[in-house]
Protein backbone atom coordinates (compact mmCIF):
# COMPACT_ATOMS: atom_id res chain seq x y z
CA UNK A 1 0.00 0.00 0.00
CA UNK A 2 1.53 3.59 -0.78
CA UNK A 3 1.01 6.22 1.12
CA UNK A 4 0.69 9.95 -0.59
CA UNK A 5 1.78 13.16 1.52
CA UNK A 6 -1.08 14.35 2.48
CA UNK A 7 -2.26 11.14 4.57
CA UNK A 8 1.29 11.34 6.15
CA UNK A 9 0.93 15.12 6.77
CA UNK A 10 -2.36 14.63 8.18
CA UNK A 11 -1.33 11.82 10.40
CA UNK A 12 1.54 13.84 11.76
CA UNK A 13 -0.62 16.44 12.81
CA UNK A 14 -3.15 14.42 14.61
CA UNK A 15 0.16 12.78 16.27
CA UNK A 16 1.32 16.35 17.02
CA UNK A 17 -2.47 17.72 18.54
CA UNK A 18 -2.11 14.50 20.73
CA UNK A 19 1.40 14.59 22.06
CA UNK A 20 0.39 18.63 22.78
CA UNK A 21 -3.32 17.81 24.77
CA UNK A 22 -1.17 15.13 26.49
CA UNK A 23 1.45 17.47 28.24
CA UNK A 24 -0.77 20.14 28.58
CA UNK A 25 -2.92 17.57 30.80
CA UNK A 26 0.72 16.75 32.48
CA UNK A 27 1.15 20.62 33.73
CA UNK A 28 4.30 21.04 31.40
CA UNK A 29 3.03 23.95 29.81
CA UNK A 30 3.29 25.62 33.19
CA UNK A 31 7.17 23.95 33.96
CA UNK A 32 7.68 25.50 30.31
CA UNK A 33 6.43 29.11 31.03
CA UNK A 34 8.37 28.89 34.45
CA UNK A 35 11.93 28.49 33.04
CA UNK A 36 10.84 30.64 30.03
CA UNK A 37 10.51 33.68 32.70
CA UNK A 38 13.37 32.63 34.45
CA UNK A 39 15.76 32.57 31.21
CA UNK A 40 14.75 36.23 30.30
CA UNK A 41 15.40 37.26 33.69
CA UNK A 42 18.64 36.21 33.42
CA UNK A 43 19.16 37.81 30.03
CA UNK A 44 17.69 41.24 30.93
CA UNK A 45 20.42 41.00 34.10
CA UNK A 46 17.13 41.00 37.19
CA UNK A 47 17.31 37.69 38.00
Given at each position: ?7 V ?10 F ?8 E ?6 K????C ?7
Amino acid sequence: MRWNRNAVAVMVLCLGVVFLAIGTMRGEAAMVLQKAVVICMECVGIG
